[in-house]
């Protein structure tokens, strides 16, 4: 079983603070994809890194690939009310038909 | 085209009953996927279909479960005999490339 462990499982932080999220395995995959999910909603796609060392950014969110395609993180810069959500990294092996293997996410709490 | 649709949204059913749920994936997507999602856990994968052929089970997927994809378009998940431990967002998924969409889910409460 090829595992992601997302950390912190929970994060409470004010409007303005910056954060970072850490989704870790010990398997390599060809792609890993962000997902932010709000109460009795599906996931919604956030971005896809597929090459070791990537950086993409959408606003106010950096994601960053790990050099070794293992790892990855999720910064946020001055985080307001609107980001909270529970937020899920999913990675992918090549072979696996698109299968993704999920984190058990991160549940952030933005406080006005 | 709005993106994945599953329906119902909600079901609530008692135990031992059947139930089914639909997935209609978006237009041109071939993969389509079933995930089973508990409170405090990311999804689990259940199965995975390629156009019409289911091509992995998860051992998750017990007998009681089974998945159809008759025409490669939509799909529906059965489960037969339901127990209070199939409570869960069952989550429908498509994709074309490296990238999946989830539909809004099916909240399944077995009382």
């Known amino acids: 079983t090829q595992l992601l462990e997302q950390s912190p499982q929970f994060l409470s932080i004010q409007e303005g603070e910056n954060l970072t999220v850490y989704c870790n395995s010990s398997s390599v995959f060809s792609s890993l994809q962000w997902y932010r999910q709000e109460p009795g909603e599906g996931p919604v796609l956030l971005v896809t890194v597929v090459t070791g060392g990537e950086v993409k950014k959408l606003k106010r969110l950096t994601f960053q690939f790990g050099d070794a395609r293992k790892d990855s993180s999720l910064h946020i810069t001055a985080a307001q009310p609107g980001d909270t959500g529970l937020y899920l990294c999913a990675g992918e092996h090549g072979t696996s038909y698109g299968k993704l293997t999920f984190g058990q996410g991160t549940i952030l709490t933005v406080h006005p | 085209d709005t993106g994945v649709s599953q329906n119902p949204r909600h079901k609530i059913t008692k135990r031992g009953q059947n139930v089914t749920f639909r997935c209609d994936p978006i237009?041109?997507?071939?993969?389509l996927y079933w995930y089973r999602q508990t409170l405090g856990q990311g999804p689990e994968f259940l199965t995975y279909f390629q156009n019409e052929a289911q091509l992995e089970k998860s051992r998750l997927l017990s007998d009681r479960f089974s998945a159809e994809r008759p025409k490669g378009s939509f799909s529906t998940l059965e489960i037969q005999r339901t127990e209070q431990g199939d409570s869960a967002m069952y989550l429908c998924?498509?994709?074309?490339?490296?990238?999946?969409?989830f539909g809004q889910g099916t909240r399944l409460t077995v009382v």
């Open positions: 998924a498509s994709s074309f490339g490296p990238e999946a969409f």
């Open positions: 237009s041109e997507h071939n993969r």
